[in-house]
């Protein structure tokens, strides 16, 4: 039974807020229109008229029922009644037929990210809370994670290039229902939330069964203590082992991984991984493993792995770059902008020629059109960590290839690297219910960049961490 007690204040709203670090400049708020982004909404504009900040909400219409064009625009109405400012985002083009609810996710992170770096927003506020904290757990247990997933979700993650911060993790749903009642806020319900077919929503059910989220969501805590020293010794690992280049690839020193334990050395090598291959999830703990313990053996020959490939080199370090397959070849319109196989932000400049232009992998043939206009070949890169950089191309002519250092003949053409997650995200922070982050670290992540050498043999363009 929802009662008026149980709402947040403002007070209590700012003491969460200050526990995560609260946003330094502009910031923006997800909201879906459900009870519990509209209970956060709600706090957060309070809490940036009371300090002076700006806040922008955002609204993502997945396009998948009917109604969510309806309810995007009922999202915006009550904003513009509340004096928020509301952009609408809107995930285009084809739907998955399974793994929807993970594609959503996924689609809707990467909008939100690309909207907050083009407006210089740092960072994203999120309304999960203790009940979708223990339905991780239980989701994870299910699926056989280890100790590292069932750590649950963080208070403050790195993704898209943008501070994720979810404020009301310890905080348990029903007090969003009643913040939502104490200030007379309507909402929308998704109906997707009560679908069986999704396993979540089965999940959901056991716990309204049970009532013990609480009592879940505090078993993470101690998985998110570990969890957080794990991070914190990979980083430490990383900064002295990894070596980051614009062109998408890392250059790592094996041993160093090797003089770790297995599983923190693992995690490294995972981390780079996810990393080169601008993928938003680890690849699967048995095959990073295994991949794991020939680096530790000393790599003698080219091994594949979460669409990446690891290349023995001669003086001990293993060159971790994107396997040149599947990679997209699209249309680019002068003034455009995009994430390109989600690894490189690209643009090509407004009023550049673009009649018949794409955006593709440099490949095998456009290596040999680089290597032959400069008359000369690149002996000390290998030539198979070039295919996968993106190019611009006229037809099959390569027009540009910036981290090869080709100029564009036709209009100035970018491409930065910049991956879904950072090399070095922000440190995980743990709660529980009631208790502020055990574990928070107020740098940058510009601190924790990895070094950069300016020459690979030759010069290779300049260095762009996401």
Same mark, same amino acid.
């Given at each position: 039974?929802?009662?008026?007690?149980?709402?947040?204040?403002?007070?209590?709203?700012?003491?969460?807020?200050?526990?995560? &670090?609260?946003?330094?400049?502009?910031? *923006?708020? *997800?909201?879906?229109?459900?009870?519990?982004? !509209?209970? @956060?909404?709600?706090?957060?504009?309070?809490?940036?008229?009371?300090?002076?900040?700006?806040?922008?909400?955002?609204?993502?219409?997945?396009?998948?029922? %009917?109604?969510?064009?309806?309810?995007?625009?009922?999202?915006?109405?009550?904003?513009?009644?509340? &004096?928020?400012?509301?952009?609408?985002?809107?995930?285009?083009?084809?739907?998955?037929?399974?793994?929807?609810?993970?594609?959503?996710?996924?689609?809707?992170?990467?909008?939100?990210?690309?909207?907050?770096?083009?407006? #210089?927003?740092?960072?994203?506020?999120?309304?999960?809370?203790?009940?979708?904290? *223990?339905?991780?757990? @239980?989701?994870?247990?299910?699926?056989?994670?280890?100790?590292?997933?069932?750590?649950?979700? =963080?208070?403050?993650?790195?993704?898209?290039?943008?501070?994720?911060?979810?404020?009301?993790?310890?905080?348990?749903?029903?007090?969003?229902?009643?913040?939502?009642?104490?200030? &007379?806020?309507?909402?929308?319900?998704?109906?997707?939330?009560?679908?069986?077919?999704?396993? %979540?929503?089965?999940?959901?059910?056991?716990?309204?069964?049970?009532?013990?989220?609480?009592?879940?969501?505090?078993?993470?805590?101690?998985?998110?203590?570990?969890?957080?020293?794990? #991070?914190?010794?990979?980083?430490?690992?990383?900064?002295?082992?990894?070596?980051?280049?614009?062109?998408?690839?890392?250059?790592?020193?094996?041993? !160093?991984?090797?003089?770790?334990?297995?599983?923190?050395?693992?995690?490294?090598?995972?981390?780079?991984? =996810?990393?080169?291959?601008?993928?938003?999830?680890?690849? %699967?703990?048995?095959?990073?493993?295994?991949?794991?313990?020939?680096?530790?053996?000393?790599?003698?020959?080219? %091994?594949?792995?979460?669409?990446?490939?690891?290349?023995?080199?001669?003086?001990?370090?293993?060159?971790?770059?994107?396997?040149?397959?599947?990679?997209?070849?699209?249309?680019?319109?002068? &003034?455009?902008?995009?994430?390109?196989?989600?690894?490189?932000?690209?643009?090509?400049?407004?009023? =550049?020629?673009? #009649?018949?232009?794409?955006?593709?992998?440099?490949?095998?043939?456009?290596?040999?059109?680089?290597?032959?206009? *400069?008359?000369?070949?690149?002996?000390?890169?290998?030539?198979?960590?070039?295919?996968?950089?993106?190019?611009?191309?006229?037809?099959?002519?390569?027009?540009?290839?910036?981290?090869?250092?080709?100029? =564009?003949? !036709?209009?100035?053409?970018?491409?930065?690297?910049?991956?879904?997650?950072?090399?070095?995200?922000?440190?995980?922070?743990?709660?529980?219910?009631?208790?502020?982050?055990?574990?928070?670290?107020?740098?940058?992540?510009? #601190?924790?960049?990895?070094?950069? @050498?300016?020459?690979?043999?030759?010069?290779?363009?300049?260095?762009?961490?996401?």
């Amino acid at each position: 039974m929802i009662t008026p007690d149980q709402a947040i204040s403002s007070e209590e709203f700012e003491q969460l807020v200050q526990g995560i &670090g609260a946003p330094i400049g502009p910031f *923006a708020v *997800a909201v879906s229109g459900g009870a519990d982004s !509209m209970a @956060l909404c709600r706090l957060a504009n309070s809490w940036a008229k009371r300090f002076g900040a700006k806040l922008t909400a955002l609204t993502v219409d997945h396009d998948l029922r %009917r109604t969510s064009a309806a309810e995007a625009n009922q999202v915006a109405k009550w904003m513009a009644g509340l &004096g928020i400012a509301h952009t609408g985002l809107k995930w285009a083009g084809p739907k998955p037929q399974t793994g929807v609810q993970a594609a959503a996710r996924d689609a809707r992170y990467a909008l939100m990210g690309a909207w907050c770096r083009d407006n #210089d927003v740092g960072t994203l506020l999120v309304a999960h809370h203790r009940d979708d904290q *223990a339905e991780t757990y @239980l989701m994870r247990l299910s699926r056989g994670s280890g100790p590292n997933g069932l750590a649950g979700m =963080s208070v403050t993650t790195y993704l898209h290039g943008v501070h994720i911060a979810r404020p009301l993790l310890g905080i348990p749903k029903i007090r969003l229902l009643a913040t939502c009642a104490a200030l &007379g806020q309507r909402w929308i319900d998704d109906p997707s939330n009560h679908n069986p077919r999704y396993a %979540r929503t089965q999940i959901r059910a056991r716990l309204a069964a049970k009532e013990n989220s609480g009592d879940i969501a505090e078993k993470t805590q101690g998985f998110g203590i570990a969890r957080a020293a794990r #991070d914190r010794t990979i980083r430490s690992i990383l900064k002295k082992a990894a070596t980051e280049y614009a062109a998408g690839f890392v250059r790592l020193n094996w041993r !160093m991984l090797t003089d770790a334990t297995e599983d923190v050395g693992a995690g490294a090598l995972g981390r780079v991984l =996810s990393r080169v291959s601008g993928a938003p999830h680890g690849p %699967r703990t048995n095959k990073l493993a295994a991949l794991h313990r020939a680096v530790a053996r000393g790599l003698t020959a080219t %091994r594949s792995l979460h669409r990446c490939l690891a290349m023995p080199q001669a003086d001990g370090h293993v060159l971790i770059f994107r396997e040149p397959r599947n990679l997209p070849t699209v249309p680019i319109v002068a &003034g455009s902008k995009f994430t390109w196989d989600r690894r490189f932000v690209v643009a090509l400049e407004p009023g =550049s020629k673009s #009649d018949g232009m794409t955006v593709g992998p440099l490949g095998h043939k456009g290596w040999g059109q680089v290597r032959d206009r *400069a008359k000369s070949a690149h002996p000390t890169i290998p030539t198979q960590l070039c295919y996968a950089v993106p190019a611009l191309f006229h037809q099959e002519r390569v027009i540009s290839a910036p981290n090869l250092e080709v100029p =564009s003949e !036709m209009g100035r053409f970018t491409a930065q690297f910049s991956p879904t997650l950072s090399l070095f995200p922000y440190p995980f922070a743990v709660v529980s219910s009631g208790k502020t982050p055990i574990f928070r670290e107020a740098k940058l992540a510009k #601190d924790y960049e990895t070094p950069v @050498l300016a020459e690979f043999g030759t010069k290779i363009g300049p260095f762009a961490n996401g």
